[in-house]
């Protein structure tokens, strides 16, 4: 079969729920159509050749030409299964209506707390008029079905949670004259990133801890949150870090003291998942999508926090480095997490049986 994903260009968790899935797919022609304002994130472009995946970049600054452009090919390579993985509803119902038998398949990727009124009015017509709603966790497919109960949604909707390879890990050791801690996202709206800062900034003038921290990403928010840096003379202490390939975020988590996700929400976040791979404890934003990745009692693998709670923060971190017992308890259950519920064999599965209903 001939399977198209539509995947935003930039820099972005959603590769990582593509990309481990179709590598190695020998039954079906996957092709990528990257879409979006930035180029091709270069990790994506090695990904396609090393595993010789097509694809194509459609520069959505001029949307006309977008628009037609992409119908063009959709109508030369005829494809059996789309899946989108962003806002492309309207034009995807266009391409149905001549193509009948496609099958149209989204991924919800945006948090129910930080959708907009413009997301709501698309995923409208997604849930009524497309083949089938995949969901990241069944937290948030329960959500989603009590909020649009009005739709008969049940029968449509499926959960496929992201999934990765697993690494060879050892338990970290922790240099508490060494303190690194870390996020890894994109720049926008939603991202508490501003918080990140603000957390250093209050150590340094009121509590002291030996901290480091290294943000990774790319987004609109950029510039505004590097001259932010800048402006509060941080620069010594907090690094803008862009990453090209899968290896060196491996290296780079691996090497994370702590990993922080301050967020509004999230469905599944995959930058808390490649954590989780690492054994890396967490201290994250006590919101949804957020709450069922950190295990609670014996299975605790960090924190839910208020993020601009900072006293509390700072006084989990030096928690976490002094009392080693802790510290590794609670890396073996990031651990133990990763194998229970983000394996990639688990997430195939249901991607292969998912395709193989439409055969």
Known sequence: MKIIHFL????????????????????????????????????????CKKYKIKYYYFDYKNKINYFFSILKILNSIKPNIIFSHIESVFLLLIYKVFNPSVKLLTFQHISLKIKKTKNHFFN??????????????????????????????????????????????TLKKVNRQNILVGMSTRFVEGKKIFNLIKLIKYNYENYNLPLKMSIIGKGADYKKIKTYIKTLKLDKHISLDTIHNEKDLDIWNSNLSIYLHFSDGETLSTSIIRALRAGTPLIVSNTSGLKEMVGNKKKCNGYLVNDTNYNYILELINKLVKDKKLYNRLSKNSLNLFKKRYSLDYSSYKYRRLINFYR
């Open 124 to 169: 409208f017509f997604e849930y009524i008029f497309f083949d089938k709603i995949i969901f990241l966790s069944p937290s948030y497919k329960n959500k989603v079905l009590k909020k649009y109960r009005f739709l008969t949604l049940k029968k449509k909707s499926v959960v496929i949670p992201t999934g990765l390879k697993p690494l060879k890990v």
């Open 8 to 47: 935003y260009s930039g820099m972005g968790g959603h590769g990582d729920v593509v990309f481990p899935k179709i590598q190695n797919d020998k039954e079906n022609k996957n092709i990528i159509f990257f879409i979006g304002i930035e180029n091709v994130f270069s990790n994506y472009i090695t990904m």
